[in-house]
């Protein structure tokens, strides 16, 4: 393939035109620039014909920063989140309407979420075997301008997953820390957690080793347990017990 025709990624377009990525995503989605969709939500760019498309056969110059992105201007709805293409090294929430991008998770956190997803599918096949734990990435659909990934979550069997983006209350939602979603997670995640009533709702942090598990009481979380010794045991869950810092054990080098 010549220089010419080379398709590039969004990163790499957004780079040599001096725009956003957010814009490129933008223009994607309006169809004015020309692209190859290399997968679901996957796109990829030639940058002189984009190039071409942006100036009307003008000088590249007359390209300019659309100051209006993903951030500003309507709130967006699932629909909008579903129009997004992918970018890899990124995951992508909306929460009230604003686009949350975070990098993609850490070996750490890939670990201590498998390792807990194996345990509650487990736990959950004695205790519930029409019951389901899904993993990120998944999508929930909290309410009209909210579309979140938790980490892990059970949908027990009498409130099974029957649409896409799911739309079923979870039982128990999982969010797993990473540097870049603390306040997400502690914050709004939660608040909106608690307003669609889920009931459990953990927050793990691999960072210190710690566990906090919250549960729905008269429409506010309240803290059940807060662990990061001994076995993880909760008065809800009769019959659940791990190591916690077997959990969070990290392999030696």
Known sequence: M??????????????????SVDTIWRYTREKRIPYVEIGNRQYRYNNQAVLT?????????FVKEDSSNYQSGKKLTYDDY?????EPGYRYEVIDGVLLKDPSPSFQH????????????????????????????????????TVVQPDLM???GNRPAQSTPIKTVPELVVEVLSASTGRKDRV????????????HYWIIDPKDGVIEAYELNDGHYVSMVRAHTGD???????????????LFSQPEV
Request: no cysteine; proline share 7%.
């Open 188 to 199: 709004l995640k939660l608040n909106h957690y608690q307003s669609a009533g889920v009931r």
């Open 82 to 86: 579903a129009k997004l293409p992918d």
């Open 232 to 246: 993880f045991s909760h008065p809800s869950f009769p019959g659940l017990s791990f190591d916690i810092e077997k």
């Open 2 to 19: 010549s220089s010419n025709d080379e398709l590039i990624t969004a990163q790499e377009l957004a780079e040599s035109l001096s725009l």
């Open 53 to 61: 498309a942006l100036s009307g056969k003008k000088p590249a110059v």
């Open 110 to 145: 890939q670990r201590v979420s498998r390792r807990l997803q194996r345990i509650l599918e487990d736990y959950v096949n004695e205790t519930d075997p029409n019951g389901e734990v899904f993993n990120a990435p998944l999508d929930l659909n909290m309410s009209v301008y």
């Open 154 to 156: 059970y949908l027990p």
